[in-house]
């Protein structure tokens, strides 16, 4: 799980690239956002990453956590 906007111009997507490169598989991720511009909107669906907006709610992190694990057993 990482926030879409991280430091220094960087984004969770890039993050959680750099970290499967480094694992060597396709280890379950999403992004979490405040960032309602339709420019950061567009980037962070690009990623193809399941993508929720702040504040989320548990049970709503639940479910998509639990999803991601299940495509990452059976995947």
Not at 28 to 40: C, F, K, N
């Amino acid at each position: 799980m990482a926030d879409y906007r991280l430091r220094e111009g960087k984004t969770g997507a890039e993050a959680i690239t750099a970290v499967r490169h480094y694992c060597q598989r396709a280890i379950p991720a999403m992004l979490i956002t405040g960032d309602t511009s339709e420019e950061r909107l567009r980037e962070a669906t690009a990623s193809g990453l399941y993508l929720l907006h702040k504040p989320v709610a548990p049970s709503r992190l639940r479910t998509v956590m639990t999803q991601l694990l299940k495509q990452a057993a059976f995947g």
